[in-house]
């Protein structure tokens, strides 16, 4: 049995749809604080996937969930990593606290020989290499990112101690259909208000590497399959990136508006907010060297996932 956390969540919920494609069975625990049950209504009706509405908070649970599991996709987190949107107490809570009661019930199972974590490109900061490798620095700069790098630590310590394979994944910005926050989604909702205007988080010129959620599941599912014994961090990012300028031009031109565009730095630098970082490309050599390509640019990317959330949302 295969534990997907926050799989009703943008990504959890199209990894569990691609693992019951492929025939496997699947239980999701979701507190359903931001996904939707609704996100897997075409895999629940094949009858391979179980709900339930929990907590990750709730360390009883956690020891009833992971009952039969071998393998656990640790997607649930709070994602948001603008600060004045998130206090930090729910960063601790249900990034770190959440991910430590995981790991406790996984060490109780012995059952689990496989997690994957879905870690996040901020555990690096401001990073001075760019394509960032996975031997960088890391120095997350907002509280979002240190609480991934927390995770991150525990996991490794957890593998190694408890001797259960992990894979930390240090996803870019991952984009789609079911999305419901950062960049893309909020200038929608902006404009879905207003479409004469359109505020801009930042100076337009912050640059980061974008990937289709297609794209994004075909890497997960390569280092789940292929993943070795002990810990290992891996990247997934695009080979490029584009300026959030650009974003919202194709925003625009996907919604068929022409809006004013009004930029709004949080910083001299011109950051959307104080934690932003403002130029983000990983270095995804490691994930190539498992057979995986990017099938979309970053550009190609924003637009499907554009054309994805109109069609959701409006
Ligand atoms: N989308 C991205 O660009 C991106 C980039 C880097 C990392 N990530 C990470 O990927 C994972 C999935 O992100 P997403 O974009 O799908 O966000 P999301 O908000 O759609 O999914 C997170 C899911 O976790 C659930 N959840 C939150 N706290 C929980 C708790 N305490 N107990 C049980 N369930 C809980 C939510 O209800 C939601 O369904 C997160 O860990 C996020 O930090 C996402």
Same mark, same amino acid.
């Given at each position: 049995?295969?534990?997907?956390?926050?799989?009703?969540?943008?990504?959890?919920?199209?990894?569990?749809?691609?693992?019951?494609?492929?025939?496997?069975?699947?239980?999701?625990?979701?507190?359903?604080?931001?996904?939707?049950?609704?996100?897997?209504?075409?895999?629940?009706?094949?009858?391979?996937?179980? =709900?339930?509405?929990?907590?990750?908070?709730?360390?009883?649970?956690? +020891?009833?969930?992971?009952?039969?599991?071998? =393998?656990?996709?640790? @997607?649930?987190?709070?994602?948001?990593?603008?600060?004045?949107?998130?206090?930090?107490?729910?960063?601790?809570?249900?990034?770190?606290?959440?991910?430590?009661?995981?790991?406790?019930?996984?060490?109780?199972?012995?059952? =689990?020989?496989?997690?994957?974590?879905?870690?996040?490109?901020?555990?690096?900061?401001?990073?001075?290499?760019?394509?960032?490798?996975?031997?960088?620095?890391?120095?997350?700069?907002?509280?979002?990112?240190?609480?991934?790098?927390?995770?991150?630590?525990?996991?490794?310590?957890?593998?190694?101690?408890?001797?259960?394979?992990?894979?930390?994944?240090?996803?870019?910005?991952?984009?789609?259909?079911?999305?419901?926050?950062?960049?893309?989604?909020?200038?929608?909702?902006?404009?879905?208000? +207003?479409?004469?205007?359109?505020?801009?988080?930042?100076?337009?010129?912050?640059?980061?590497?974008?990937?289709?959620?297609?794209?994004?599941?075909?890497?997960? @599912?390569?280092?789940?399959?292929? @993943?070795?014994?002990?810990? @290992?961090?891996?990247?997934?990012?695009?080979?490029?990136?584009?300026?959030?300028?650009?974003?919202?031009?194709?925003?625009?031109? =996907?919604?068929?508006?022409?809006?004013?565009?009004?930029?709004?730095?949080?910083?001299?630098?011109?950051?959307?907010?104080?934690?932003?970082?403002?130029?983000?490309?990983?270095?995804?050599?490691?994930?190539?060297?498992?057979?995986?390509?990017?099938?979309?640019?970053?550009?190609?990317?924003?637009?499907?996932?554009?054309?994805?959330?109109?069609?959701?949302?409006?």
């Amino acid at each position: 049995m295969i534990l997907v956390t926050g799989g009703g969540g943008f990504i959890g919920s199209h990894l569990v749809d691609r693992l019951v494609s492929k025939g496997y069975s699947v239980r999701v625990l979701d507190n359903f604080s931001s996904g939707s049950i609704y996100f897997l209504r075409n895999s629940m009706k094949t009858g391979r996937v179980e =709900v339930v509405a929990g907590d990750l908070r709730d360390r009883e649970l956690i +020891d009833l969930v992971l009952r039969d599991v071998d =393998v656990v996709f640790h @997607m649930a987190a709070n994602p948001e990593v603008r600060i004045y949107l998130s206090p930090p107490s729910s960063h601790f809570d249900n990034n770190i606290v959440a991910t430590y009661n995981l790991l406790e019930g996984i060490r109780r199972s012995g059952s =689990v020989e496989k997690l994957v974590f879905a870690s996040s490109s901020t555990v690096y900061g401001d990073p001075s290499v760019i394509p960032t490798p996975e031997d960088a620095d890391l120095k997350p700069i907002s509280v979002y990112g240190a609480s991934k790098l927390a995770c991150e630590s525990l996991i490794r310590a957890y593998s190694l101690t408890y001797g259960f394979k992990a894979v930390s994944l240090r996803y870019a910005n991952i984009i789609g259909s079911r999305l419901r926050h950062g960049v893309i989604y909020d200038f929608i909702m902006k404009l879905k208000r +207003d479409p004469s205007v359109l505020e801009v988080l930042g100076d337009g010129t912050q640059e980061k590497s974008y990937l289709y959620i297609d794209d994004a599941i075909d890497a997960t @599912m390569v280092i789940a399959e292929k @993943m070795g014994n002990g810990y @290992m961090d891996i990247n997934v990012s695009n080979d490029d990136w584009i300026k959030v300028s650009e974003i919202a031009a194709i925003v625009s031109r =996907v919604m068929g508006v022409n809006p004013k565009i009004i930029y709004r730095p949080a910083t001299s630098d011109g950051r959307g907010w104080v934690g932003d970082v403002k130029k983000m490309l990983l270095s995804n050599k490691r994930l190539k060297s498992y057979g995986w390509r990017p099938r979309y640019t970053s550009r190609e990317a924003v637009e499907r996932a554009a054309k994805d959330l109109v069609s959701e949302l409006l």
